[in-house]
C-alpha cells in the first residue's frame, strides 16, 4: 500500500523537474541623474498573454539583479521602485542564451506613487513593506483570502492553515491596518473573500521592538488585508448548520462589521465531532480535515474582536473568546517495568467524563502622546472551570506472578481558577539618536480551588502485601500574586557599538493549602484528618537582576553581541507548622553570547531553576499502598546550558526557502526521581540532584516553488527533524542511563491546473531507538509511517470535491492494539440561490471506519502503549448562507 501511494508522488516530482526552463535575464539598474545604483528597484517577469506573475526579485545595492530558470516563451519585464518612473521590456530568450540588458535608467518622480501606463504592478517593494496587488492574481470564484495567499511568491500556506512568508512565520494578520482576530489567524483567511482584497502587504512584526533589537532571524512577518475601497464599509455574515449520522451535528457563525476607524468581528461554533472536521460554512464548507483528538469532546465556543482607533494618538484592540467542552473517553494502557530480572506489566482500563469552561478577555491600548513617546497598557483576565469524572481498573502482574493485584478507583473533582495579569509599559526616544528608555511593570493574580474524591480498592493476592480500601477527599487552595518592574536602556556609542542595560526586579508570593480527610465508614462523612497528608505552603521569592549587553556590527551581515546577567534569589519557605522553615540565598552569573554571519547565527546563555517547594517539602505521604513520595530539602537549583544554531536561507528568484536550527541543553544539578519499587508494584519515590543529562534537537524544512509551467503549478515540500537525549534514572539503588535517538523525515508536493483540480501526496517516516547503559534492559527500536493523497476539483462550476486518504502504520504496538488505519475521508459542495449564497455539502469522515488513536514510547525502565477512544464513521448534511452589504 505505501509503495502505491508513492508513486503519484514520484511521478509528479519527475514532472515538475523535467518542466524547468533556463531562461536567465539580468542588468543593472541605474539613476538617470546621478548614474548611481538603484537599491531594492522591484523587477517583475509577466507572461504577455494575460500579464500574471512569473517570478521576481529586487536589486542589490550595486542595482544588479538576475533572474533564473524562466520559461522560454515571450515575456515582459516590469521595473518599478517608489519615486521612478516605471519601465516595461519586452524580452524574448533564444535558444537558451541568456537575456543581458545592460544598464537601464530610471527616471526620478517627485510626487504620487509608481505607475507604468497600461500595467498592472502586481509586486512593489516600499522601504522593509512587500506589497502584492491582489487584483493580479487570478484566483477561482468565490475563493477566500487563504486561496489568494497561496497564489503569492514566496508565501506558502500548509494543510492547516499556517502561513510562512519567504521562509517565516506570521504573527497576525490585520485587515486595513487593524488587528483581526490576532489568536487566530485562520478566521481571517477562511471567512473573507479573496475579491474583496485590493492590496496583500507584508512586513516586519516591530511592534514591540522599536528599536530592532530583535535578531531579524527571530522577528515574524505581518500580514495586511487592505480592502478595496467599495468593501471599506458595511457587514460580511456566514451562517451554517449541518446534521448527520451517529447524533453528530455542526454550526457555525461569523459576522464582520467594517466602517471607517471601527471593526467589530464574531465568530461562533457549536458541534460534537471531535475537532475531526471542523465546520467553516466558506466555500468548501469545511477547513481540512483531520482525525480529531483523543475522545469523544461536544463543543460551543465563540471569538468576539473589537477594534477602534479612539482618535489618531490612541488604539483599543478587545478580545474575548470562551470554550465550554464536554469530553468523554475510553482508554486502555499498557506498562512494562523493568527491575533487575523482573518485568512488571500494567494493564488499565479507564473512562473518564469531563467538563470545561475557558473564559479569556485580552485587551490593548497603544496611545502615542508625541513622536517619541508609546504607552502600553495589556491586561488580560482569565476564567476556567473544571469538572471531571474518572473511573479505573487496572490489574499487575510480573514474571514469576500472573496476577500481583487488582485495582478499582475512582476519582471525582472539581475546579475553578482565575487569573489577572497585565503588562504596563512606557517607551520614550531619548536625544541622543537611537537611544531610548524603557520602563515596564507587570501584575499577575492567580487563586485556584480544587475539591477531589477518591475511592481506590486494592486487593492483593501474594503473602506480605495487605489488601487495602481508601476513601478520601482533598481540598486544595492556592494563591499566586508576583509582580515586577523592569527598567531596559539602549545606548549607541558609536555607529557600530551599542550597548543594552536592563534592570529587574521581581517579587512572588505562592500560598497553598491542602487539607486531606478519610472517610468514616460508620457516619459516611469526611471527618479523618490527615495531618501527614496535608500542608500549609508558602513561598515568598524575591529577585534582583542586573543585565548589561554590548552588540559589534562589523557590517550589515556580521555582528557579536555578549552580556552577563547578574542575578540575586531570596527565598523563603514555610512548611508545615511541624517542620522548620527553609531560607535560602542565591547569587548567579549568568553569561550569555551571540554571533552572526549573514545567514548564520550561534548563540550561546545559561539559565537557572529552582526546585519546586513541594519537592523540598522535608516529610513522608503515602498517598496509597502502592505509591508513597518523600521530600527533599536538600535540592539544588538546576542549571541550564543552552546552545543555539540557526541557519536561514531565502532564493526569491528561485522560489527555495532552507531552514534548519538546532538546539542543545546541558543541565547541571538535574531534578531526577528515585524509586524503589517492590515486586509487587510498589512505588517509593524521593527527588535527587544528577548531573549529566543532555538533549538535542535538530529541526530542518525546505520548499521550492517551481516556476509555473502553463496553467500548472508546482511545489515540493521536506520537512526534518531529529532529536537525540542522554538521561538517567534510579531504580531500587542502580544507576541507569537512558540514550534515546529519533529521526522523522516528511516529504510533500503540491501540483494544481488552472485554479481547478489540485494534488498533495505526502509520506512521514518516524525512526526511534532506545538503549541503555548499566543496566541490562532490552533495546527498543521502532518505525512508523503514514502516507496519503489530498485531491480538491472544482468542477463542473459551482462544484466542488475533496477527499483525503492517509494510511498510518505503527509495527510496534502491544497485542490487542490496532497497528493499522486506513483513513478516508470525502466532501461534496455546490454553490445554489442567486450569486451563490447558498451552498449545499455532504461530508463522509473516516469512510473505512478504521480511525485510531494510539501512542507508544519508552520513558526511564518504563515501555507504554495507550489506545484512546475516538470518533468513527458518519456522514454529515450542511447548508450554508453567505450574505454581505457594503457601500
Known amino acids: 500500500m505505501r509503495k502505491i501511494l508513492l508513486v503519484p508522488l514520484l511521478i509528479i516530482i519527475s514532472i515538475a523537474a523535467k518542466a524547468q526552463n533556463h531562461g536567465i535575464v539580468k542588468a543593472i539598474i541605474l539613476d538617470s541623474l546621478n548614474k548611481q545604483p538603484i537599491q531594492l528597484a522591484t523587477v517583475s517577469v509577466l507572461k504577455v498573454q494575460d500579464s500574471s506573475l512569473i517570478s521576481y526579485t529586487v536589486t542589490d545595492k550595486n542595482g544588479a539583479f538576475a533572474l533564473h530558470n524562466l520559461r522560454e516563451e515571450p515575456s515582459r519585464l516590469l521595473i518599478t521602485h517608489v519615486g521612478y518612473q516605471g519601465i516595461r521590456i519586452n524580452i524574448k530568450f533564444k535558444n537558451g542564451e541568456p537575456v543581458d540588458l545592460g544598464k537601464i535608467y530610471l527616471s526620478a518622480k517627485m510626487l504620487g506613487e509608481v505607475t507604468v501606463k497600461g500595467e498592472r504592478i502586481p509586486v512593489m517593494i516600499k522601504k522593509d513593506t512587500i506589497e502584492f496587488d491582489a487584483t493580479a492574481f487570478k484566483t477561482r470564484p468565490n475563493a477566500l483570502v487563504e486561496d489568494l495567499l497561496k497564489k503569492l511568491p514566496g508565501v506558502q500556506v500548509d494543510r492547516e492553515g499556517g502561513i510562512t512568508v519567504n521562509g517565516k512565520d506570521i504573527s497576525k494578520i490585520k485587515v486595513n491596518g487593524k488587528d483581526f482576530f490576532v489568536n487566530d489567524p485562520k478566521i481571517a483567511t477562511r471567512n473573507l473573500e479573496a475579491n474583496m482584497i485590493s492590496k496583500v502587504q507584508v512586513y516586519d512584526d516591530r511592534e514591540n521592538d522599536p528599536d530592532h533589537l530583535v535578531p531579524d532571524y527571530q522577528v515574524k512577518k505581518i ?48 458541534d460534537n465531532l471531535s475537532g475531526s472536521g471542523f465546520f467553516s460554512g466558506n466555500y468548501g464548507g469545511f477547513s481540512t480535515l483531520n482525525f480529531g483528538s483523543a475522545g469523544l469532546r461536544k463543543s460551543t465556543n465563540g471569538n468576539f474582536d473589537f477594534t477602534k482607533d479612539v482618535s489618531k494618538k490612541l488604539k483599543l484592540h478587545i478580545e474575548y473568546r470562551f470554550d465550554n467542552s464536554i469530553v468523554d473517553n475510553n482508554s486502555v494502557s499498557k506498562v512494562q517495568q523493568n527491575i533487575n530480572d523482573t518485568v512488571i506489566n500494567s494493564l488499565t482500563s479507564n473512562i473518564r467524563h469531563q467538563k470545561a469552561n475557558n473564559q479569556i ?71 541622543k539618536k537611537g537611544a531610548s528608555l524603557t520602563l515596564s511593570n507587570s501584575i499577575s493574580i492567580h487563586p485556584e480551588n480544587s475539591l477531589n474524591f477518591n475511592s481506590n480498592d486494592l486487593i492483593s493476592y501474594v503473602a506480605g502485601f495487605p489488601s487495602d480500601t481508601l476513601r478520601r477527599s482533598s481540598k486544595n487552595t492556592n494563591s499566586d500574586i508576583s509582580e515586577g518592574l523592569n527598567v531596559a536602556y539602549h545606548y549607541p ?18 500560598k497553598g493549602e491542602l487539607l486531606t480527610y478519610d472517610e468514616d465508614f460508620k457516619t459516611g462523612l469526611y471527618t479523618i484528618f490527615l495531618q501527614n497528608q496535608s500542608s500549609n505552603l508558602i513561598r515568598n521569592l524575591w529577585g534582583e537582576g542586573f543585565n548589561p549587553q554590548f552588540t559589534y556590527n562589523f557590517t550589515d551581515d556580521i555582528s557579536l553581541k555578549a552580556g552577563v546577567t547578574a542575578l540575586g534569589q531570596q527565598i523563603g519557605n514555610h512548611f508545615n507548622s511541624y517542620t522548620n522553615d527553609l531560607n535560602q540565598d542565591f547569587f548567579y552569573l549568568l553569561p550569555s553570547a551571540e554571533i552572526h554571519v549573514k545567514d548564520f547565527t550561534l548563540s550561546y546563555g545559561e539559565t537557572v531553576q529552582q526546585p519546586s517547594i513541594n519537592n523540598l517539602q522535608p516529610i513522608t505521604i503515602v498517598y496509597s499502598p502502592l505509591y508513597t513520595f518523600t521530600g527533599n530539602p536538600l535540592l539544588k537549583p538546576t542549571y541550564f546550558h543552552n546552545i543555539n544554531f540557526n541557519y536561514r536561507k531565502y532564493n526569491r528568484a528561485a522560489g527555495l526557502n532552507f531552514n534548519a536550527s538546532a538546539h542543545i541543553v546541558i543541565e547541571k544539578n538535574t531534578i531526577v526521581n528515585e524509586q524503589t519499587i517492590s515486586s509487587e508494584g510498589a512505588v517509593v519515590t524521593t527527588p535527587i540532584n544528577r548531573n549529566g543529562r543532555f538533549t538535542a534537537y535538530l529541526n530542518t524544512s525546505i520548499s521550492k516553488h517551481f516556476k509555473k509551467q502553463g496553467k500548472w503549478d508546482f511545489m515540493v515540500i521536506g520537512n526534518g527533524n531529529a532529536s ?65 493523497m489530498a485531491v480538491d476539483l472544482s468542477l463542473p462550476q459551482n462544484f466542488r470535491w475533496r477527499a483525503d486518504y492517509t494510511y498510518k502504520y505503527n509495527p510496534i504496538v502491544e497485542p490487542g492494539f490496532q497497528r493499522s488505519a486506513n483513513l478516508l475521508n470525502f466532501s461534496v459542495t455546490r454553490r445554489i440561490q442567486k450569486d451563490g449564497k447558498g451552498e449545499i455539502g455532504l461530508l463522509c469522515y473516516d469512510i473505512l471506519n478504521q480511525n485510531v488513536s494510539s501512542s507508544h514510547y519508552v520513558v526511564a525502565n518504563s515501555i507504554n502503549d495507550i489506545q484512546n477512544q475516538v470518533l468513527r464513521r458518519y456522514v454529515l448534511l450542511t447548508y450554508t448562507y453567505h450574505f454581505k452589504k457594503f457601500k
Open 223 to 270: 500580514i495586511n488585508l487592505k480592502f478595496k475601497k467599495s468593501f471599506t464599509k458595511g457587514i460580511l455574515s456566514t451562517v451554517g448548520a449541518g446534521a448527520g449520522t451517529q447524533d453528530r451535528y455542526v454550526g457555525s457563525g461569523f459576522m464582520a462589521k467594517f466602517q471607517d476607524d471601527l471593526q467589530l468581528s464574531a465568530k461562533v461554533g457549536i
Open 361 to 431: 478577555l485580552h485587551a490593548e491600548t497603544e496611545w502615542k502622546p508625541d513622536s517619541l513617546t508609546i504607552i502600553k497598557y495589556n491586561p488580560d483576565v482569565e476564567y476556567n472551570y473544571n469538572n471531571s469524572q474518572d473511573k479505573s481498573t487496572s490489574s499487575r502482574s510480573n514474571t514469576y506472578v500472573p496476577l500481583l493485584n487488582t485495582t478499582i478507583s475512582s476519582d471525582n473533582g472539581s475546579s475553578n481558577a482565575f487569573q489577572y495579569q497585565h503588562n504596563l509599559s512606557y517607551y520614550r526616544k531619548l536625544n
Open 493 to 510: 556609542i558609536t555607529k557600530k557599538l551599542a550597548a543594552d542595560i536592563l534592570l529587574v526586579t521581581l517579587h512572588d508570593r505562592n
Open 724 to 788: 537525540a537525549g542522554h538521561n538517567f534514572f534510579i531504580v531500587n539503588g542502580q544507576n541507569g542511563y537512558q540514550n534515546t535517538q529519533s529521526v522523522s523525515f516528511e516529504p510533500a508536493f503540491y501540483a494544481e491546473w488552472n485554479d481547478l483540480i489540485t494534488f498533495e501526496p505526502n509520506y512521514k517516516i518516524n525512526y526511534a531507538t532506545t538503549q541503555y547503559q548499566l543496566v541490562n534492559y532490552p533495546k527498543t527500536n521502532y518505525a512508523t509511517q503514514s502516507a496519503g
